[in-house]
Structure formats: C-alpha cells, structure tokens
C-alpha cells in the first residue's frame, strides 16, 4: 500500500521568509509519481509539480524549488521569500505505476504567509 | 486555456435525497477521476473512467455510481445522501489513463442537512 505523511500540519511564517513543506511517501514500487498541488482558500486544487522516481533531479521555478531524495522518501517542497499569496493548503501525493491511476494525498500542510 | 469544468459549484440537499455531480474534462483528455474531500481532510479517491469504461475504483460507497459519457464528461449520482457525505467533490482530468498529471476542476461543494 502506498502512503504520503505531512508531518506539518500548520506553518506560519512573516512575509519574505523562506519556508520547506515536508513530504514521505511509503511504497514497494521502484516506478512512481510524485505531486505537489496547492489548495488557495477558494478551494480549488492548482498543479505545482511532477517528479517520477526514476529522476532524482532537484527542480527550481521561480520562488519555488523541490528536493527530491529516494534515499529518505522525501520530496521536499520550498518557497523562498514568501508572500500573501502562497498562504493555502498544500498536498504532497504519490501515484503508483503498478497500484492505479488514483493519486494518494498527503494529509496537507496549512501554510499561513503573514504581511 | 480551457479548465475542468463541474456543475454545480454549490449543492444542498436533504438527508436520503439523491444528487447528481457534473463534470466536464479538458478537451481530449479521456480520462476522468472523482475525488472526495471532507472538512479539514485531503482529497480520497472514488473512482475512475478511461474511454468510457471503469478503469479504477477506490472508496466509493455503494450508494455512489458515475459513467462517463461518449462526449467524456462524467456524472457522479449519489443516492440516500448521508450527513457524513457533506464534501468538497473533486473531478480532475488527464490526457490518458497513462498519462501523469490530472488537472483538477473547481469543485462541488455538496451540503447534506
């Protein structure tokens, strides 16, 4: 069975702070699928990221950046200089090759970005 | 460029009423999935389609069916709605069964009194 564990359940930071969401994630399979998805507060569910096991290669967008280490099952998800706007839920999820389509979320991390 | 669309955003119903959820994928993307959130909870897996057929079942209770249609958009119909079924509905679509990233629809958020 698969399982993704956010330790964090609530983060508050001041603006302009750098901020890391944790992630672990439990799976037998050598062939998965790891998601970061922000949930602002008007509920929908916004795609951040994608990153399949079999590439370990640390990804930077803009303010955002993801450490992904199969060695510790993490994948890691940071915002630099933190703003207003990055206050949501956000949900670590796993898809498994072998185990269905179906994604399995994390329980999220409440992040609250304070002016 | 063109989202998930579902109808309605916003549902309430009675207790043992039934319901039914729309959802219309991105163009050609033939794969739908429904996803149930309760209050302070992450998204569950109900169930999945890919061309029409069935491809994944998760926990969806008995008293929940959902097709999908030839034009691909999906319908969820719940019936003997419980209070515990008061969640945010999710429908997200990908390009295939295969395919990686399922892009999520708005929501339903389905009220039972």
């Known amino acids: 069975a698969q399982k993704v564990t956010q330790a964090q359940t609530e983060i508050s930071v001041v603006e302009k702070e750098d901020v890391t969401l944790d992630c672990v994630y439990e799976?037998?399979?050598?062939?998965?699928?790891l998601f970061w998805y922000k949930q602002p507060p008007s509920g929908e569910l916004v795609f951040l990221i994608r990153r399949n096991s079999f590439d370990e290669q640390n990804e930077i967008s803009g303010r955002y950046s993801w450490n992904f280490q199969k060695s510790t099952s993490s994948f890691n998800f940071t915002i630099t200089a933190s703003q207003v706007v990055d206050s949501a839920v956000y949900f670590c999820?796993?898809?498994?090759?072998?185990?269905?389509?179906?994604?399995?979320f994390g329980g999220g991390t409440r992040l609250m970005v304070k002016p | 460029a063109a989202g998930v669309i579902q109808s309605p955003r916003h549902l309430i119903k009675e207790k043992r009423e039934t319901a039914t959820l729309k959802c219309y994928p991105i163009?050609?993307?033939?794969?739908v999935y429904w996803y149930q959130q309760g209050p302070g909870q992450d998204p569950q897996f109900l169930i999945s389609f890919y061309e029409k057929m069935q491809s994944d079942k998760g926990s969806i209770p008995d008293r929940f069916s959902a097709q999908q249609f030839s034009d691909y958009h999906s319908e969820l119909n719940m019936s003997s709605l419980e209070l515990g079924d008061s969640a945010l509905y999710f429908c997200?679509?990908?390009?295939?069964?295969?395919?990686?990233?399922?892009?999520f629809g708005p929501g339903t958020r389905l009220t039972v009194t």
């Open positions: 997200a679509s990908s390009r295939d069964v295969g395919a990686y990233e399922q892009y």
């Open positions: 999820a796993l898809k498994v090759n072998n185990a269905g389509n179906m994604l399995t």
């Open positions: 163009p050609r993307h033939d794969t």
């Open positions: 799976t037998r399979d050598t062939t998965y699928y």
